[in-house]
């Protein structure tokens, strides 16, 4: 029988007598005053007389044991004992973690101490006026029996408060000197309001970003068992409610605005410097995209070759050429489509004293996105082309096949509407000359249909 | 215009603060109120989170900008000179009678306090030194006080800061100086480096002064901390686990922050606009992790990346780094040293410490493993025990599990 059922001194005192008296764990029935039921009759048994010498058992215990007491787990008394009884004959026993009955042991205290961490945090007090001044009262209801083995934090951050604990089990008050015990308190025992509050609910309201939103996260940290006592929790439905809609409303009010020009001059200066992949390294320079800030029409190529990479701008050699005639046949107006391409460097073999182009990887292309959705944010085309599998594969994030995509209107988000056609280069690879005319007029013909969308 | 009240100036004024990483409260000096005739408050090792908002985030501190002016124009903050938001500013003596008004009613630890710049960086700093002077000396506030540093600010500004706070810190804001460059064209990528450096020696000083008299005023306990910002520049992983390194390295900072771009109201042109990249965080903070208490060295981190230097966003960067160096496996944990086992993805620091001392008391079967850890489905395909050998298990590609639409969800544009 112990007094309390955080009496650690009481249970010591006790379970070293039986131990001593070699008292086996089954034959023992713990029991609190004025807990439980009379299963096995109330008198309690007087202490057996000691058989067995005086032991010692390992600080490591006696730190465990004073955790563990605190549960509410009506086990932990006979648990306790069970592992005091192995220790006397072999103290190093503690340190076996991986013992079940340690691990037991080690997982009751570990939810005290988590119960006693929650208490430090979540402990809401409001102030009060009585005789004396001013007062600081707080209703918690713990999950163990953790109150008076938790005093000492608040007498050692509030010393100089007067203020109060009350919980279903017991209230602690502290007047400036002494701290005193009293009989358990219910919710309403405690003040109903403290005007900071409003203060504080403004504050953890605003210091949420909704564009955040992990709830599972905050319900983990922050169980629901301890909401009641909290203020600020009676906002959280509200607030998650809310969070899309605010996000949303965050996105649209941010709907770019102010200067293109200078944005898209920072952006191309910033891309000068990539390292993103590889690629930079052996490529003279970033070749950037070109064209009208404001276009309406944005066209999409591989990477650079040879002589775009020595003159710094997209499509200036043979297939930039080519393509410039044929915008010329389909009546399209190249000054005024802004162009680029899924990758900014120039990828080749060298053979010899001539670097011969190489095709961007599924790396590359992945890692060089990034500056091709920060030009469409500026530049927001309405129409898109993409020249070639690699620009495909780039704003759709899909490796497909240039047949499988030709006469489809794709999307690549943000509202745009693109479609796709052959690279150039392409054209110019071609070496049957009938069907590079062929191909040809039917590029053309892609060009004008996108231009037209 | 109508006056703004407390409660309305401190909505504007966290709001405004909420994009900030940077908010932890531990390692700093202990202290409490015990016996003491005047005062409040105390500190332990480990600080306390007092609430969680639905972010997820932890609230231990009151993190509050003085006042969201500013006469600087970075193109990912809020409170940019061009930005049309709702300006307030508090006195220093509001936020000291607000900082004690929560810390009494145990609302909070302390208090994290930050600043756009008005008039100048030394005029501002003077405003951020002042509020903590007065907690510190009028109200013999002994809870936590971290204050956000102006990088260009006078030197011994800086140093009264660190006699009152416990933790100060300096934001690098982007992680490539390009992307500085470009979205914080007033900051300079080297005065904001020099001034770490700076903090790190006077740090350092006050570590030497105290260890020979031990009435030596402390320099922020609690050392220097930094946030950069995740999405906003080209910076991939690898980059930023670079940065991060030189960072801890150089400087000596205890903590390093990342902060997924968050769209903010009123943004500029020059911003991606998505959705904030809240798995790459994530990955990152594991990173962080890995380097800090893992032993990883930040190549290694980086060779866990993809081609495009990314992290994978759906297996964590242990578990990627595993799978590259499959022949690093499978352990013997009744053998494999310390630093080895670290390495065994889903086993902790703590897990690894509790089968170092077991092992001196069994050989550790599949099961004794089990109840030292979480779950040891994860860990199984990568460890020798005594009755548990993978048959070439670690060969088979389905490890990876397979990527959950929530994760997904989170990076969606
Ligand atoms: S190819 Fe693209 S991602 Fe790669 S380094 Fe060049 S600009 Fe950067």
Excluded at chain 1, 161 to 184: N, Q, Y
Aim: hydrophobic content about 40%; proline content about 6%.
């Amino acid at each position: 029988m112990l007094p309390r059922p955080d009496d650690i001194d009481a249970w010591r005192d006790a379970a070293r007598a039986l131990a001593m008296a070699d008292v086996a764990p089954a034959d023992i029935v713990w029991r609190v005053e004025g807990e439980g039921g009379d299963l096995f009759g109330t008198a309690a048994t007087p202490r057996p007389t000691p058989t067995a010498p005086a032991f010692a058992v390992p600080r490591r215990f006696v730190d465990l044991a004073q955790s563990v007491i605190l549960h509410r787990d009506p086990e932990r008394f006979a648990l306790l004992y069970t592992m005091l009884c192995r220790l006397k004959d072999d103290p190093a026993r503690i340190d076996d973690e991986s013992d079940p009955l340690r691990r037991r042991l080690d997982l009751l205290a570990k939810e005290v101490r988590r119960d006693i961490h929650k208490m430090r945090a979540f402990v809401r007090f409001r102030e009060v006026e009585d005789a004396d001044g001013e007062r600081f009262v707080a209703f918690f209801e713990p999950e163990h029996h953790i109150v008076r083995a938790n005093a000492g934090f608040f007498l050692h951050r509030f010393a100089t408060m007067r203020w109060s604990i009350l919980t279903p089990e017991l209230s602690i008050h502290w007047d400036g000197t002494t701290l005193t015990e009293a009989p358990g308190a219910t919710r309403a025992d405690a003040p109903g309001d403290d005007p900071v509050e409003a203060l504080w609910k403004g504050y953890y309201a605003s210091i949420f970003n909704p564009a955040r939103l992990k709830v599972d996260m905050m319900v983990k940290e922050m169980p629901r068992r301890y909401w009641a006592n909290m203020p600020e929790t009676a906002l959280i439905p509200g607030l998650i409610a809310g969070a899309r809609a605010r996000e949303i409303a965050m996105v649209e009010h941010t709907a770019p605005r102010g200067d293109g020009a200078t944005a898209w001059e920072k952006l191309r200066e910033e891309a000068s410097h990539c390292t993103r992949c590889p690629l930079h390294k052996c490529a003279t320079q970033t070749v950037f995209g070109e064209g009208p800030i404001d276009a309406d029409l944005m066209f999409v190529g591989e990477q650079p070759g040879d002589q775009e990479d020595l003159a710094g701008k997209p499509f200036v050699g043979p297939a930039g050429q080519l393509f410039d005639r044929a915008m010329a046949d389909a009546g399209v107006d190249r000054a005024r489509a802004y162009v680029t391409n899924a990758v900014k460097h120039f990828k080749y073999e060298q053979r010899g004293k001539r670097r011969i182009h190489s095709k961007p990887n599924a790396g590359e292309v992945k890692a060089c996105r990034w500056w091709i959705d920060q030009e469409r944010r500026i530049v927001r085309p309405k129409r898109i082309i993409l020249l070639g599998t690699t620009a495909v594969h780039s704003l759709t994030g899909k490796a497909q096949s240039l047949v499988s995509v030709r006469d489809r209107v794709l999307d690549v988000g943000d509202g745009a509407t693109a479609r796709a056609t052959v690279h150039p280069s392409y054209l110019l690879r071609l070496p049957d000359r009938e069907q590079a005319e062929v191909e040809y007029a039917r590029f053309v013909e892609d060009l004008a249909a996108a231009a037209r969308l | 215009m109508a006056q703004l009240d407390t409660r309305q100036k401190l909505e504007i004024l966290a709001d405004a603060a909420k994009y900030d990483a940077s908010c932890a409260s531990s390692g700093t000096a202990k202290r409490d109120s015990a016996g003491k005739a005047k005062g409040i408050g105390s500190t332990e090792g480990m600080g306390i989170c007092h609430a969680y908002a639905p972010d997820g985030r932890c609230i231990s501190l009151l993190k509050i900008l003085l006042t969201n002016s500013c006469i600087f124009d970075c193109h990912y903050c809020i409170n940019r000179k061009s930005s049309n938001v709702r300006r307030a500013r508090f006195t220093a003596k509001e936020v000291v009678d607000l900082t004690l008004a929560f810390y009494r009613r145990n609302y909070i630890e302390g208090l994290f306090l930050s600043s756009g710049i008005i008039r100048s960086s030394d005029y501002t700093m003077e405003q951020l030194v002042e509020v903590a002077r007065s907690l510190r000396e009028d109200h013999q506030f002994r809870g936590y006080i971290h204050l956000k540093t102006i990088p260009d600010a006078d030197p011994r500004l800086i140093e009264a800061a660190g006699r009152h706070a416990d933790r100060l810190s300096i934001n690098v804001e982007l992680p490539t100086d390009p992307g500085l460059a470009r979205l914080a064209p007033e900051k300079s990528a080297s005065g904001i480096r020099a001034a770490m450096g700076g903090m790190k020696a006077a740090i350092e000083d006050g570590h030497d002064a105290k260890k020979r008299y031990r009435s030596a005023p402390a320099f922020a306990p609690a050392g220097q901390s930094t946030q950069m910002i995740v999405g906003a520049d080209a910076a991939n992983d690898s980059d930023i686990v670079r940065t991060a390194a030189t960072l801890y390295d150089r400087y000596a900072l205890r903590r390093v922050y990342y902060s997924a771009f968050s769209p903010i109201p009123d943004a500029s042109a020059v911003l991606p606009l998505s959705r904030p990249p809240l798995m790459r965080e994530h990955r990152l903070y594991q990173s962080d992790w890995l380097m800090r208490f893992y032993g990883y060295k930040p190549a290694e981190v980086a060779a866990a990346t993809d081609d495009a230097g990314m992290l994978p966003l759906d297996i964590d960067p242990k578990l990627a780094w595993a799978l590259k160096y499959r022949d690093a496996f499978p352990l013997d944990v009744n053998r494999a040293p310390r630093e080895a086992l670290l390495r065994v993805p889903g086993l902790g620091v703590k897990a690894v410490d509790a089968i170092l001392v077991s092992r001196k008391w069994r050989r550790l079967s599949l099961a004794d493993v089990g109840r030292l850890t979480v779950s040891i489905a994860k860990i199984r395909p990568f460890i020798v025990a005594s009755d548990w050998r993978p048959t070439a298990l670690i060969d088979r590609l389905d490890l990876k599990p397979r990527i959950k639409r929530e994760q997904l969800e989170l990076f969606a544009a």
